[in-house]
């Protein structure tokens, strides 16, 4: 029963650490950063996949609009929240830009830039 307890505790912090994501700028990014990433991996792992070998191109019509929404949308809120925290172009948010378009490049931005930046990560 004690296992329980820690696991709904622990879950419990877990979701009020998460607020932050939801009230800052640079969180707000972080997150859009991961969802922008896991679109990438749903496109790439399932959708590509089902179309190729299994001759379904419904998941590619339906995920690859989405994720192409999500790039843009991380392209425009990296360049807001750069200029909103002043960042300097040159030493953080060129590599942000640069990281969304190499694959899987959000989920290292996230890990090595933004969650230094972000007041509450």
Known sequence: ?????VFKQTL???ILNMKHYFVTSVGRLRLLAFIEGISLLVLIFVAVPMKHFF???V???VIGPVHG???LLFIFNT???GVEEGWKFRATTWKVLLACIVPFGTFY???S???RIDPGG
């Open 1 to 5: 029963m004690a296992i329980f307890t």
């Open 12 to 14: 419990l912090k877990n």
């Open 55 to 57: 001759d379904n191109p």
């Open 59 to 61: 998941l590619v019509k």
């Open 69 to 71: 929404a999500l790039f």
């Open 79 to 81: 360049l807001r929240v």
């Open 109 to 111: 931005i996230d890990y």
């Open 113 to 115: 830039i933004l969650r």
